[in-house]
């Protein structure tokens, strides 16, 4: 043990090496979303025929914000990307690089300065006072825009000039204008539900619009009563009127594809959604579809012009390096990415705007028009992402994806909204001075669980003794004779798989562990938060009570489905029913598809206009209609037409049946492996008695195979304590407050918050009461065995 | 056994029961499976209707191939799954033995280690493991995905297969070491195929879980210029391409395709596992 942890201490302690080479070799690992990665990658490509001394290495994946986190804490720095990361930190702690020396030279093609080529205002999302080097003045420009988005409402053309409606400016006509579509009987508008957030764009434009910028700041700077300010009320009530009344049946239940399809097949006028929706729909746009774009409306007291649009670009940062030649290459790659041809090439590829000037209305196809149009009149442009200044606001993220569920589900006021949220962003602001404040809101809970906790694991140590003791009075179990060979045996047979698995998991989950009790942000300075973490988890986060009772639910209601399932089927297939055989390799298909697979035939199969599962229950009240039958039975099974079935407030309903699919084939075949080693005589014997079937199944089969019954419910405990990736894919990776489980909330603690300590000390909890659990169930279990 | 085979009401009634659930665990994969074949519109419009056998929309099967680059990472999907899934089988197989067999003061407290093995944070521990890697030069190599794969699947191994040899009757041993075996003797000759079942039950999961691991693979082998990238890879970008562009036409031809490797090794593996009983019946 100790040895292997010697090598593994040393191994860190050696670091990486990096190679010379005359070739520099960039690393940009990018974001791929809507957009795709080729048009990255050809660029890259076109940029390494053009420099034959740099090589880039450009990779793109929709889960490299993962990645490159894990890199930045491992201290493995790429030399530029896009991923989200805590860039205000890396800023302040000067690992990236200010950009305005360069802007201010030449752009790519030699013909002027690079600066000139952006979008007005573009480079100022991320522009700062110049720090310690003398930059002349000018401010520090850390990131570099590029696709860029705006956050517009799309329209059905024809549908409107059919019925004389016209494009509302401002949301008192925009309100008319729903209600008329309702007399007439057209729904108004689709948004996503399982990615609620779309939501946002509508909040921060009615608000930006009633507080204008510094008010926008303020409420991003966590100012004191900018939440509960009544323009941020007012304009939260805009949301509300619109989630709670103007929506597309189902819409609980729509990712954001699902939500622009239900448009697309006119089930409704109106969607919301941004530039990036004509790249994402193409293909599925009918030929004859006339898509309008228009801004958000305004208020008409609003204090902004109705021209500012909302947009949404995504920045590049780069990483300073020591090796200047390296980081010069690195921004010449983006000047070549900035350069005219790419940049017009990008906006005919991907028919979206770009933050650069290069690109214009003759690049974009005739769908995109009317976008083109409002940005050619905007006055200007507010950025949708929210300023991370700091990690508290990354904190507040989640206090705003719990409230706005609420708020658009109608189950709080727009008042109640703001006051949530600025409930958040006060106890933020006192943990921004004061980093240990928790604030007891579960004290109860917290020591009945610590009680709990520290009870079974007395109990576990108590019994082991008295099995002991009693091994040794009785005789026990005959340990085998450990003579000096047999010992050199059982060391050399343990000790591989021992040395392996404690050098690849049993090590790194332990050093991961010693972050619990520390400040961490991933990559500057550790501070010690002695229990803190723990404290604050226990006694003031609701997320953690509530991840924990769904975590519950999933140890508890998917097994007890499960097991008695998969049993059932053991037995009969054991018994050699007719197609036992079929039975066997059937069940276990959904297992050989793996999480991502099942989520995503999942989210298709409930998606409530065009998956199966909603045709499947109407179809069959249809039948029972024509035939004859009950008439409730019909109309309920009827009613099932545009279920939300992934509606946050009974999604986990919804995942049970999931998990039976998924779940009982593996049970299935350990139960079946544990049913072949029952003697058949046994039956034989029984059968003589004159022993049912099922008799023989509950006295004999039961009873023998019950080592393996009790691993797989510790497998189905620790799965439902563990249970992450159904969860987090079926919520688009946001889940609100309601719908967690410890595993995503580790995992959203780790990487969308950024708070390293607090997402180990939930990963040493969920260790804990995993260990506890598990140990309780082997050990409860042993001690009948030695009963009976 | 099958002779016992009584029609009765009861059994009559439980097999419509299982009848529906088989058609039901399986109609969500003969979906993807038929839909595969439709094109999109067909797919919305009709979500349960079978595809028009005269116009046949097999482009999805092109786009996936393209998309997923099935074919530069299928080779490396094979080799570290048969690797990973053979090192488990023989490590695991000799300490579950040595565990289950031999009591010491250590034995216990080194089974639980195995068990907390299951519990480990993947997302969290990822760092230190992701330091590690690059220490050992393990990073972008198939050998490093192995050798996690390896220690992340021997906790399993080893609960499944201690409680194999738990079950083993201690005469056969005695019996090996008196007719002059060793103690490895004993394990590789007499108490090793005697675990045939349950080896094969450690084969068939380890192979699915590996072959449609995703998490690991992406940290350890996602570099762009790692010619040791794996399927689920290529198929997580399709997933997430589809999923942008609606494109389920393509989603479903990449899940054809990835699946059906798996269910061909897994068809022959059960034969293994039918003869599997034979042997757990002569041991009986």
Known sequence: MRSILGIFLGLVLFGAVSRADDRVTLDIPVLVAGYGAEFFEETAKEFSLLRPDVQVHLYGDPRINDKVRTRVMAGDWPDATDAVLLYPRLIEAGRILDLAPYLDGPNWEGDGRWRDTFRPGVLDRWAQPATNEASGGNSAVYGLPFAHAIWTIFYDKTLFRRHGWIPPRTWDEFFTLCEAMERAGVVPLSLPGVTMRYGDAILRAAHYNLVGAEGYAAYQNLSPGARTDPRFVRAAEVLRRIATRHLVRGWQGMTHTAAQQAFLDGRCAMTLSASWFANEMRGRLPADFELGAMNLPVFSDGITSADTVQSQSGYYFVFRNEDTKRQQATVDFFRFLTSRERVKRFARMADAPVALRAAGAGDYSSRMMDTAALLERSSGAFDAAPARTSAAQATLAQALTNARYELMTGRITAEEFGARLEAAATTERIRLAQPGYVENRHTGKAIFLISLVAGLSVWLIWSRRKDSVKGKETGGREPEHLGESTHRFALGFVGPALGLYAAFVLLPGLAAFGWALTRWDGFGEKTWAGLGNFRWLLWESDVFWTALANNLFLMLVPPLVVVPVALGMAAFIQRGGRGANVFRVVLLFPNLLGGIAAALIWLAAYEPASGFVNAALTGLGDCMVRLGGPEQIAGWLKSFSGHAWLAQDHLYWSIVPIYLWMACGFNLVLYLAAMQGVPTELYEAAELDGASTTRQFFTITLPLIREVLVISAVFLVVGGLNAFELVWLLTAQDPAAGVHTLGTFMVGTLFTEFQVGRAAAIAVLLFGLVLTASLTVLRATRREAVET | ?284
């Open chain 2, 1 to 284: 056994m099958k002779t016992r085979g009584r029609i009765t009401v009861s059994s009559g009634l439980l097999g419509v029961a299982l009848g529906g659930y088989l058609a039901w665990v399986l109609f969500p994969m003969v979906w993807v499976a038929y839909s595969s074949f439709k094109d999109d519109v067909a797919i919305r419009a009709e979500p349960l209707s079978p595809p028009d056998w005269a116009k046949i929309d097999g482009t999805g099967y092109v786009r996936a191939w393209h998309e997923a680059r099935f074919g530069d990472y299928v080779l490396n999907s094979v080799l570290v799954t048969a690797v990973s899934v053979a090192l488990i089988l023989v490590l695991g197989a000799m300490a579950a033995y040595v565990l289950s067999r031999f009591h010491h003061r250590l034995s216990r407290l080194v089974y639980t280690l195995f068990l907390a093995g299951l519990t480990m944070p993947a997302q969290l521990a990822m760092v230190p493991l992701f330091f590690e890697l690059r220490a050992l030069g393990l990073l972008d190599t198939r050998a490093g995905l192995i050798l996690v794969y390896t220690a992340n699947g021997l906790p399993f191994a080893v609960f499944i297969l201690a409680g194999f040899f738990r079950s083993l009757p201690r005469s056969l041993y005695e019996a090996a070491i008196i007719d002059g075996c060793s103690e490895a003797g004993a394990f590789w000759r007499v108490m090793l195929p005697l675990a045939r079942p349950g080896l094969i039950t450690v084969a068939i999961f380890q192979f699915i879980g590996i072959w449609k691991e995703y998490f690991y693979a992406f940290m350890i082998v996602g570099g762009a210029d790692g010619g040791a990238r794996t399927l689920p890879l290529g198929l997580a970008n399709l997933a997430i391409t589809a999923q942008y562009r609606g494109d389920y036409g393509m989603l479903f031809a990449g899940l054809v395709m990835v699946t059906l490797p798996i269910l061909v090794v897994y068809l022959l593996l059960q034969r293994q596992l039918v003869s599997g009983i034979t042997a757990g019946a002569v041991k009986g």
